[in-house]
């Protein structure tokens, strides 16, 4: 049974710092990893999808790595901003018709 | 972008009563919209799969008598919770994705709370 474990459970750094978040996964047959952006009391914010055959994506100042070997991917967050302040979840994709698994998230402050 | 609405928000119900929820995929066909729920602290389970026209999977633990789902439409898919006890108060959030979208579109959640 896949499991999907994220650490820290909640990290608090001071404006401009990079931080990495870590996810990492029991079974390395996924489909894919995706990482999302959770607000309170609202939905997902899709950020990154990295497919199963890529190693990495990028947007902005987020930047996700994925090792199926190991079981394992991070979020890089360079320059962070209380703007970034929120949970963020990682989720692989476990089955072809697209269902995810989900960590509980890694709840994130960043201070001015 | 592929957009995914999702109505109520946010609903108080008696316990005993039934709450619809609904899930629409604006500008996309979703061929497929799952089901999650999330309780506090935790991560968020997957509770069914439905596929447009077909009956929805349900996942162990969940009663398909209870957590009725209906996908008629490639736009539209609502989850029913029948006879509502507090134990369901919790926040459902769908997903759709399709064969030309890339990555899995959610919605914006919907809290229930039952009294």
């Known amino acids: 049974k896949q499991e999907v474990t994220q650490i820290p459970a909640a990290l608090s750094v001071p404006e401009g710092e990079n931080l990495v978040l870590n996810c990492s996964f029991t079974?390395?047959?996924?489909?894919?990893l995706q990482w999302f952006r959770q607000d309170p009391g609202k939905g997902l914010t899709s950020l990154l999808l990295?497919?199963?055959?890529?190693r990495e994506q990028t947007s902005g100042r987020l930047n996700a790595s994925l090792d199926k070997s190991s079981g394992r991917s991070t979020l890089y967050i360079a320059a962070s901003q209380p703007g970034d302040s929120a949970t963020y979840l990682c989720a692989v994709g476990a089955g072809s018709q697209g269902n995810l698994i989900f960590g509980k998230g890694t709840k994130l402050s960043v201070k001015p | 972008g592929a957009v995914v609405s999702q109505h109520p928000s946010w609903v108080i119900c008696k316990s005993g009563t039934s709450v619809k929820i609904e899930c629409r995929s604006l500008?996309?066909?979703?061929?497929?919209m799952f089901w999650y729920r999330q309780f506090p602290k935790q991560s968020l389970m997957l509770m069914a799969t439905?596929?447009?026209?077909?009956?929805?999977?349900?996942e162990q633990g969940v009663e398909k008598d209870k957590f009725l789902i209906n996908h008629a439409s490639l736009t539209l898919s609502t989850l029913t919770v029948t006879s509502a006890h507090p134990e369901d108060s919790s926040f459902y959030i769908c997903?759709?994705?399709?064969?030309?979208?890339?990555?899995?579109?959610f919605g914006s959640g919907t809290r229930l709370t039952v009294v």
């Open positions: 997903s759709a994705s399709s064969v030309a979208n890339y990555g899995y579109t």
């Open positions: 990295i497919q199963s055959s890529q």
């Open positions: 079974d390395s047959a996924i489909y894919n």
């Open positions: 439905s596929n447009e026209g077909s009956k929805a999977t349900y």
């Open positions: 500008d996309f066909q979703a061929t497929t």
